[in-house]
């Protein structure tokens, strides 16, 4: 009999700061895609998008208070320790060298990543070292190679590429598989947003969270744009 292929599941982000949005995404991909962990990985200096309004210690702090009490998900620092740009591609050489050949690695991120994934750096190389997993709204569909707008190259690419679920388990990498999701309206620049303005994000993200950016008096000024 088979061994079965342990199945390991990393979602990034720069969690600035981390709602419920975030924390029901990643526990909906682990039950119903029956990772053996999921982790989050708070980013430390994402090249490819603003930098967080916030330390990378104090993001990190609010996501392991966020995750206390959660056996299904846990926090992966290895972004933060590591310091300096933060690559995808490099975390998940470390991740591969350090799990070896024949886990399965998923990362996974939302359509707007994933649209913007040929900026990456070494972006080709990042199904060499594992499944994407892209979290889309329901009737969402891959761009076509031949669109007259986007980049044609990534389009071909994902379509070369496309996979099912059940690939996630049976092989260790190269897989892009989409997960038609209902995610939950709440994004990390609206609660800047109310911070700033004076107003409560209670029943945004988890209570301890929010007393934390309270302690610390964060996001006092108007931010418009960020992590979602």
Same mark, same amino acid.
């Given at each position: ?6 199945? @390991?599941? /990393? ?6 700061? =981390?709602?419920?949005?975030? /924390? ?10 029956? #990772?053996? $962990?999921?982790?989050?990985?708070? +980013? ?10 916030? +330390? ?20 992966? $620092? ?15 050489? *470390? ?9 399965? !690695?998923? #990362? ?23 499944? /994407? =997993? ?13 669109? *007259?707008?986007?980049?044609? $190259? ?18 260790? +990498? ?11 309206? !709440?994004?990390?620049?609206? @609660?800047?947003?109310? /911070? ?16 934390? !950016? ?8 108007? =931010? ?5």
């Amino acid at each position: 009999m088979a061994t079965k292929r342990q199945t @390991i599941a /990393l979602f990034g982000g720069t969690f600035d700061p =981390v709602h419920f949005g975030h /924390l029901r995404m990643a526990l909906e991909l682990r039950q119903a895609l029956g #990772f053996d $962990e999921m982790r989050l990985l708070p +980013s430390h200096q994402p090249r490819h998008r603003q930098s967080p309004g916030v +330390s990378s210690r104090q993001r990190s702090e609010m996501l392991a208070l966020a995750l206390a009490g959660c056996d299904e998900l846990q926090l992966d $620092e290895r972004e933060l320790q590591r310091g300096g740009d933060t690559y995808t591609v490099d975390t998940l050489e *470390a991740l591969r060298e350090e799990l070896g050949p024949q886990v399965s !690695i998923s #990362f996974c991120m939302g359509t707007d990543s994933l649209l913007t994934l040929h900026r990456w750096h070494r972006w080709q190389r990042l199904l060499e070292l594992a499944h /994407l =997993v892209v979290v889309t709204r329901p009737g969402w569909h891959l761009p076509e190679a031949s669109a *007259a707008t986007g980049n044609a $190259e990534l389009a071909k690419f994902l379509q070369q590429h496309r996979g099912t679920l059940a690939d996630l388990h049976e092989y260790a +990498s190269g897989r892009l598989v989409l997960r038609e999701q209902t995610l939950l309206p !709440i994004s990390a620049t609206q @609660i800047r947003q109310l /911070l700033a303005s004076g107003q409560s994000p209670r029943f945004l993200l988890p209570a301890t969270v929010l007393q934390y !950016i309270e302690d610390h008096q964060l996001y006092t000024e108007s =931010v418009a744009t960020g992590d979602p």
